[in-house]
DNA sequence: CGTAATTTCATACTAAAGTATGAGGATCGA
DNA sequence: TCGATCCTCATACTTTAGTATGAAATTACG
């Protein structure tokens, strides 16, 4: 997918390239021909090129946002086998209050609590606790 | 808002084209000192116009998305005195989004999320972002 | 009994979040 | 034009969060 945009891309940007290097020489032939117009020479291949560049650059945001677009993934998975310590600490946590909170809440080292995030984050497949009370109410754990 | 974009953008684009211009100018002179060098000539500001084309269509892509992004109008605003930025900011938080992801998607930097957040919190009576989604929620800001 | 899963705690680290403070530009209404 | 507000960015700092790894005790089950 990635390799043939980017073969796709170079393609046309060679393409292109040609294409310009052709009617620059042929504005080169007509400019030998009405001598002495180098502003009009200059304008145009400047507008020309001005008009390539904006297109490439256009093309190559075009790309990126599909790119980005691409990556979501819909997983979905109900067995996740979240543990009884596993599913307060996500409970505590989702009631909004902070590790060492809920360490003191379940009279625990908040070391453990960060073990049970950290298990609990990848069961949940998340990143940080926000997304995890997120996908937890996604999947009717919670609420 | 959208004003003060297009009128930057407006004296961006003036300026650069007069610059663009003056260096025009100067080539010409130096073409004339150097007489027969029209390849030369047209390789340079081909590739000043296309760069300055490439830098234009970025500036005007950015400003697009910008404004996409600022179009999940957020109107519920009560009396919190939330203001626009720090709505949109406290929208991108509750989707599980880190500060440096919401800067990216504003196109702003760090430490203006990390601002706007501090003062969200302090408008909400919060201490971090998970409680404030809680609070948001509570409020029927947010869904 | 042995094994697997769970629970607990720890150290050591990196990454992210959050606070405090200042500053400059833009906007808008009086 | 002036002041209030908002938006932006920055530095410097402290605090939480999160990861990686290891280890010991407990429990449950075949």
Same sequence: chains 1, 2.
Avoid at 23 to 48: G, M, N, P, Q, T
Wanted: hydrophobic share 50%.
């Amino acid at each position: 997918m990635t390799k043939q945009i980017d073969v796709k891309s170079t393609i046309l940007c060679g393409i292109s390239m040609a294409i310009l290097l052709f009617i620059l020489k042929w504005l080169e032939l007509r400019f030998v021909v009405f001598d002495h117009l180098f502003e009009v020479y200059a304008a145009i291949i400047s507008v020309i090129f001005m008009v390539l560049g904006a297109w490439l650059m256009h093309n190559f945001q075009q790309r990126k946002l599909e790119k980005e677009n691409a990556k979501q993934e819909i997983v979905a998975v109900p067995e996740l086998g979240l543990s009884q310590r596993e599913m307060e600490v996500l409970m505590l946590m989702s009631q909004g209050y902070t590790n060492q909170q809920i360490a003191d809440k379940l009279f625990l080292s908040i070391h453990t609590i960060k073990t049970h995030g950290s298990n609990l984050f990848v069961k949940l497949d998340v990143k940080n606790r926000t997304q995890a009370l997120i996908k937890a109410k996604e999947l009717e754990i919670l609420e």
